[in-house]
């Protein structure tokens, strides 16, 4: 009889063990399933259009990317920040045979300034000239509603952590991007080929934090292109040069 | 001691030496293709790229001031195995300095301040600090060999293995431009670095087994020829009976040697504006460092007068001839890291068509100055056993000041087989004064302190090329500034930028030439303070 009774209780507490795993792997499934792809872009685009101002740094890495017909200055990289609706400064380098140079340059609008390479003196450029990181990075017409647009083949890869994030994860999206209207937008240095894409957006509040652009190269290694953004609404101003000569 | 067997091991300890040495100038022919590399800015990382040179003096004759005394203490054998083992970890870290090394100091710093700081300059960083723990080591190997010759040879027979190991130190450093030209012209410029790591390796293996039994008879240890208390009279036989080293003292020596540096170093970045230049001019950056560097120098010598194991016995400053010769080494040492910094910056400015070419270029012609040198020393020692330190000195300085005389007639045009004269007639000069220099502190020392008085000679010579590099760079980059904004204000469009800076660039090297003859020409005045005492036989 007791044995009978022992026996039973062993059998409801095996029983009530499973039932409860059942439950917390229930609960566990209960998790909302990650939003679709052109979703957690789409809040990205909107969520970066409705920052007041964020750092970025752009970087190329594989084959060099001129800035002059002569294919002597290559771009680098570019670090600055962007404060909006239309105003950036950033520093950008360059590099010509044997030589590493930086230029600072500001865009308000489509007004631009940038440093001598030698003396570090302002001068206005006529609009249209020069790499005026303000007009990249506008609301309407800047990277952000490209990436929005001119997407396709948008995958989840899923959750990934970032070396220059720590501590935070992300989502991990890839897909292809149309590179005519990059092209236009970034003086002809990257596209005007499709592209690889990689995006890694951040759950929940859907900051971008980084853009991997990869331009495949029938010639070369291809050309691999890093946007990281970061410090995101921070008490940024950019003014004009204080003292820059007068348009030439 | 067998001499056959002291004489091996004088051989085995010197090849470090060489190696350590060779580094002290092995980067100048390769430095611009570095700074290309690392992606260093030509504005804003020209005069901390110059700390790569300057880094590497400046830990270099720091080590120097007290290594040799800490193997008093430590054993001799022991502290130079871990001075090789730093110049090899060094040379590794230099080595990698630009890869997992920078990106693992780039983790840490966003880690510890939430900043992104450029890889570029934090490259650049990095590479610096590897630099200057391979010159701590370096450095160290010299005065603890020094002092290893002073324990394997009776004092009347030391002063030739302490000539070898100063030679062997001088050698290196005129060679090292010429080795980095050669192995960058066929080889990416880390390996370099690479290479000193089979050489130390087998170096650590054969001097572990030479030195056994130097550490056996108590090599170090206060088994030393001079007994503290003739080192420094003022202090009683009780008070030095148990070794105490000077840590508070190489701290001083080392502030005063590094504010120094820093002092002499200090400047705008290249395109600094007008504003910057005139609300901070150079000497006002200067001024505090210097201040500073003075102010450890006093408290250093007054905590020497009173320590009684000194890393530098002062009583060697009151004989007859020392300190004016020092003082010539100190002027020559300047002149000479002149010639040495500014031809690669002429060459690869305005001369060569690539940075390989530069390296290879500016690793040759520079062996028109050294190579004089080396051979001119010879004649240099002859002269002054016959004519006494003052004749052979002064017609070498002469010729140093017409040498450098002649760079300032250089063009952006003027050929290489042009230069090679100029810079012979220069390198001769040096070879005649280096010399009867060297030999007039040596003879000056008494036999027991000749391990410190050869090892102060190179000091002083290492800070002088310091204080030139050092000079070259911040007053290179404060003059490129102020002839930018004077050449170039106004309608920068119509300029060509590119000879504009050409033209600054020779500009600013015919001016810190011409210092460096100035510098030459007031070596002649503690040159005519050396007395012509008969020359001490070793």
Redesign the interface.
């Known amino acids: 009889m007791m044995g009978d009774r022992c026996a039973c209780f062993h059998r409801f507490g095996f029983v009530s063990f499973l039932l409860a795993i059942v439950i917390l792997t229930g609960c566990q499934n209960r998790q909302p399933p990650p939003p679709e792809p052109q979703d957690i872009v789409a809040r990205s685009a909107a969520r970066m259009e409705s920052l007041a101002s964020f750092r970025f740094?752009i970087e190329r890495q594989g084959e060099p990317a001129f800035l002059d017909q002569e294919q002597t200055l290559s771009f680098?990289r570019t670090?600055g920040y962007f404060v909006a609706p239309d105003r950036a400064w950033a520093v950008v380098?360059v590099?010509a045979?044997?030589?590493?140079?930086?230029v600072q340059v500001i865009g308000i609008g489509e007004d631009y300034w940038e440093?001598?390479?030698?003396?570090?003196?302002w001068?206005r450029l006529p609009r249209g000239q020069g790499f005026n990181p303000a007009l990249l990075f506008d609301p309407r017409t800047g990277f952000t509603p490209i990436l929005q647009q001119d997407l396709s083949g948008l995958q989840l890869s899923g959750m990934e952590t970032l070396?220059?994030f720590?501590g935070k994860t992300f989502y991990a999206l890839s897909g292809k991007l149309d590179g005519k209207r990059v092209y236009d937008l970034s003086y002809g240095l990257m596209g005007p080929a499709e592209m690889d894409v990689r995006l890694w957006i951040e759950p929940e509040i859907f900051n971008l934090a980084r853009v991997i652009l990869f331009e495949p190269s029938l010639a070369g290694e291809g050309r691999t292109w890093q946007m990281?953004f970061?410090d995101y609404n921070q008490d940024l101003s950019v003014d004009p040069p204080a003292a820059s000569?007068p348009l030439? | 001691m067998k001499n056959s067997s002291a004489a091996l091991r004088i051989a085995l300890i010197s090849l470090p030496i060489f190696i350590g040495a060779l580094d002290v100038t092995v980067v100048s022919a390769v430095l611009?293709q570095v700074?290309?590399d690392l992606?260093?800015?030509?504005?804003?990382g020209l005069d901390d790229a110059a700390w790569l040179v300057s880094g590497y003096l400046l830990s270099y004759s720091i080590a120097m001031t007290f290594m040799g005394r800490l193997s008093d203490w430590a054993g001799r054998r022991r502290t130079y195995l871990a001075a090789l083992i730093i110049f090899a970890l060094g040379s590794y870290l230099v080595a990698v300095a630009d890869q997992w090394l920078s990106r693992l100091a780039w983790?840490v710093v966003?880690?510890l301040t939430q900043t992104?700081v450029?890889p570029?300059q934090l490259s650049l960083n990095v590479m610096i600090a590897a630099r200057m723990i391979q010159a701590f080591g370096g450095g160290a190997m010299v005065p603890v060999g020094m002092a290893l010759a002073g324990d394997l040879y009776p004092p009347e027979k030391v002063a030739r293995p302490l000539g070898l190991i100063a030679a062997v130190d001088t050698a290196g450093w005129v060679v090292g431009h010429l080795y980095g030209g050669v192995l960058t012209r066929f080889f990416d410029w880390r390996v370099i670095f690479w290479l000193n790591l089979p050489v130390c390796a087998l170096a650590f293996g054969l001097i572990w087994i030479a030195l056994k039994p130097v550490d056996r008879h108590g090599g170090g240890r206060g088994d030393l020829h001079t007994p503290p208390e003739k080192l420094n009279p003022g202090v009683s036989k009780g008070a030095a009976r148990g070794f105490r080293m000077d840590w508070l003292g190489a701290f001083m020596i080392s502030a005063c040697l590094a504010f120094f540096n820093l002092g002499l170093g200090s400047s705008p970045?290249l395109?600094?504006?007008l504003s910057d230049i005139q609300r901070q001019p150079w000497l006002e950056r200067a001024l505090p460092f210097l201040a500073l560097a003075l102010l450890s120098l006093a408290l250093f010598i007054w905590r020497q007068s009173r320590h009684p194991f000194p890393l530098v016995p002062l009583t060697l400053f009151r004989q007859q001839n020392f300190s004016p010769a020092l003082a010539a080494n100190l002027m020559i040492g300047f002149s000479l890291f002149t010639a040495i910094a500014g031809v690669p910056v002429f060459v690869?400015t305005l001369a060569a068509k690539?940075?390989q070419q530069?390296a290879w270029d500016s690793g040759w012609l520079l062996s028109a100055l050294t190579v004089p040198m080396a051979a001119a020393s010879l004649p240099g020692g002859w002269l002054a056993a016959k004519l006494g330190y003052r004749f052979p000195s002064l017609l070498g300085l002469l010729l140093a000041v017409v040498g450098f005389s002649q760079m300032l007639t250089w063009q952006i045009a003027t050929p290489y087989a042009l230069m090679v004269p100029h810079l012979a007639l220069a390198g001769i000069g040096f070879g005649l004064t280096m010399a009867p220099a060297a030999a007039a502190v040596l003879n000056a020392s008494p036999p027991g302190e000749r391990g410190a008085a050869s090892a102060l000679v190179i000091v002083f010579r290492l800070v002088g090329m310091t204080a030139g590099v050092s000079t070259l760079a911040s007053y290179g980059v404060y003059r490129a500034d102020a002839l930018?904004?004077q050449w170039?204000?106004?309608?920068?469009?119509a300029v060509d930028?590119i000879h504009?800076?050409m033209q600054?660039a020779l500009q600013v090297l015919h001016e810190t030439f011409g210092i460096a003859a100035l510098i030459c020409g007031l070596a002649f005045f503690p040159i005519m303070l050396l007395q012509n005492i008969e020359l001490k036989k070793g």
């Open positions: 740094l680098r670090e380098r590099i045979p044997g030589l590493v140079a930086e440093t001598q390479l030698l003396t570090n003196a001068q070396d220059a720590p990281d970061w000569p030439p | 611009p700074i290309y992606e260093i800015p030509l504005q804003s983790q966003y880690l992104r450029d570029a970045d395109t600094a504006s690869n690539t940075l530069g930018s904004l170039l204000s106004g309608s920068a469009q930028l504009m800076g600054i």
